[in-house]
Structures are given as C-alpha cells and as structure tokens.
C-alpha cells in the first residue's frame, strides 16, 4: 500500500505527466461522449442502411475518401507540432509565423490536388469498389470533404502546439452531435445512403472550418497579429522541414497499404456484407481504444518540446509511465471484449452482424500492443527520426 502511495505521488509531481493528463483529460472527455454517440449512430446506420449498406457508406466511401487524401497529404499536424513547438520553446515568433504559413500553403494545395484525384478516381471506384457504377455520384459527394478540411491537419498542429487541446475537445464534441442526429433523423424518417453520407460530411465540415478559425485566432493571441505576413525565407531549413514531411507522407503511404487500405481490398475482392463486418469490428475496437487516443497527441506536443531543451530524463520516465496508464486499461478491456463480443455483436446489432467477431478478436491483438506503446512513433518525429518508423513498417 505505501509503496502504491508513492507511485501515485510520484505521478503526481510529475509536471509533464500533468501537463499530458490535463490535456487527455480534455479529450478523453470529449471522446467520451463522442464515442457513445458513435456507438449509438453505428446501431442506426446498420439498422437503417443493412450490414451491406453499412459497409458501402463506412467501409468503401468513407475510406476511399479518406485515404485518397492519406495518400497525397503529409500529415502536417505532425510537422506543425515539431517545428512550431520548437520555434515556440525559444521565443521565435516569427520563425513560427512563417513555419505555419508555409505549411499551410502546402496542406492547401494538397488538399486541391486530393480531390482532383478523387474525381478522376470516382468512376473506377464506384465500378470496381462500390460494385455498382450507380454509386458514383455518392462518392464525389462525400469527397468535397476535402475541400472543407483543406487546412485541417495545419490548424490541429496548431492548437496541439500551443496546448488549446480543450478546444480541440470541444468541436469533436460538437462534430460528433451533428453527425449523431442527422443520422437518427434519417432512421426515424427512414431515409437512406445520402442522408447518411450527409451526416458525416456535415460533422466533418463544421470541424474543419472550426478548427482553422480557432487555430487562426489563437496564433493571433501568442504571435501578434500579422503572424502570417513572415516571410517564407525565415525557413532557411527548409530542406529538414520538406525532407521531414516527406518521412511522414512516406510511413502514412506504408500504413496506408498494409492496413488502413484493408476495406477496400475487401470491397474489390469480396463483398459488401464482408466490408461491414470489418468495419463493425473497427468500431467496436475504438471503445478499447478511447482513454488511450487523447493521450497520443498530449504526450507528443510534450516530448517534442522536452527533447528540444535535451530533458532527457524527464522524458523517458514520462513514456514510462504513459505506457502503464495505457497497459492499465487496455488489458482488462479487451479481455472483456474478446469474452463477451460473441454475444453482445447480434444483441446490439442484429443476428446479422454475429460474423464481426472473429474480426474484432484477431484485431485486438495488435491494437493492443499498439494502444499500449503508443508513444514509439512520436518520440521517434520528436528526435529528428522520422524515417526509421518509417522502415521498419515498410519491412513489417
């Protein structure tokens, strides 16, 4: 008991433990209710559209959408949060005015290119993906939610880096409300596939246009206004900046194929109902998942700024000790999921759905270790080593 006592002290003194706990605990609010809510409009949508419908809307076109865009960004959230953190921890204001200037310029233009792709893109996919050539206005209507979150990865950065995670917290909240109800508006009006679609990119479009706006004004607030006429030519490392982007859209590519790009193989080589189950299993995960994502970012921004002024030790007993919050919760978690999923899936769900469990237990696996470890490929962006992760994912 005393030796617990003193642990729990110990975590407690901890300034950059606190400082991450304070802003997860922002998120992991948020995600809270967010995570309910998506539970909730999961039952809906497969109640209202069938596992096949599910599986076209959240498995083909959201994910083809999403991953277009994965494809040709480069993740600027996580260049914002090195490059703006560091300009930040020395005084550098201008430095960090042009730092975000230039990548919001290039997260812009990326986005444009993202969903000219998308068009070209929409024919072959509703035919080969979407098993139905019919389908492809669906797919180029749930595309412009490219364009509204052109500078969303920027903006996040943003925020992240100058720790306003409480706002973050607060339009997820409100992203995940507006998608909830249209969707239980579509079921009880019994509507279909773009009333659905309609939902997610009405939630999607309110985060994006938030987030910049808040972002805009909160580097209003520590940079003076103005920040945005810095000069690019302030970025004499340029080629680091470009070079560390580049890693990052390289490890998002890696990724991409040999996991997050898995629904859509499914949707080419099998069928939709097989897509829905997948997806099912997906979402049920997250539940396991929820306390552990909100400390990703937190414990990011810290890291980032800890080893730019060499803290060495404050930071390895920090991944110490988010790595037992995490193992704390993910065990018992999944182990409950993987004991009961067999029966709560077709109570919840509906018979039809039974199949998603094998899924979710061979999932949770490996989303288990990575839930628990989740701080390896930050501490990685935070050294200066984006392309090792990078290499070892291309070799696993």
Not at 78 to 104: I, N, P, S
């Amino acid at each position: 008991m005393n030796n617990l006592r003193r642990t729990l002290s110990d975590y407690w003194r901890d300034t950059l433990l606190r400082r991450v706990l304070r802003n997860s605990g922002y998120l992991f609010s948020s995600n809270t209710v967010s995570a309910a809510l998506s539970f909730a409009q999961g039952i809906f949508a497969v109640r209202l559209l069938g596992i096949e419908g599910f599986g076209l809307v959240s498995g083909t076109i959201i994910v083809f959408a999403s991953n277009v865009n994965r494809l040709l960004s480069f993740r600027m959230s996580e260049v914002v949060v090195k490059y703006l953190g560091e300009a930040l921890g020395r005084d550098q204001k201008r430095r960090a005015g042009a730092v975000v200037k230039g990548v919001a310029l290039a997260d812009a233009l990326t986005s444009l290119v993202a969903y000219a792709v998308l068009l070209a893109l929409t024919p072959w996919a509703a035919r080969t993906l979407g098993k139905d050539a019919a389908t492809a206005p669906l797919f180029a209507f749930y595309g412009l939610v490219l364009l509204a979150n052109m500078l969303y990865e920027t903006s996040t950065g943003v925020l992240q880096a100058t720790n306003h995670f409480d706002r973050i917290a607060v339009i997820n909240l409100i992203q995940s409300i507006i998608t909830a109800g249209v969707i239980f508006a579509a079921y009880l009006m019994h509507g279909g596939m773009w009333d659905v679609l309609a939902a997610y990119l009405m939630g999607k479009t309110f985060a994006g246009l938030t987030i910049t706006l808040t972002a805009f004004l909160a580097l209003n607030r520590r940079l003076g206004r103005g920040w945005w006429r810095a000069p690019l030519r302030l970025l004499d490392d340029w080629r680091a900046i470009a070079t560390f982007a580049v890693s990052t859209n390289l490890n998002g590519t890696v990724n991409l194929l040999a996991r997050d790009n898995v629904p859509l193989y499914l949707a080419g080589l099998r069928s939709q109902a097989e897509v829905g189950y997948f997806k099912l299993a997906l979402s049920i995960i997250n539940l396991v998942k929820l306390p552990i994502e909100p400390f990703i970012w937190p414990t990011y921004a810290e890291i980032a700024q800890a080893i730019a002024l060499h803290r060495w030790e404050a930071t390895r007993r920090l991944l110490r000790r988010v790595s037992t919050i995490a193992a704390a919760w993910t065990l018992p978690a999944g182990g409950g999921l993987v004991l009961l999923g067999w029966w709560l899936i077709p109570l919840v769900y509906g018979a039809e759905s039974a199949p998603a469990y094998p899924a979710l237990a061979i999932l949770l696996i490996g989303f288990g270790f990575a839930s628990i470890l989740h701080w390896n490929r930050p501490l990685l962006l935070a050294l200066g080593k984006p392309a090792y992760p990078l290499t070892v994912a291309a070799l696993v």
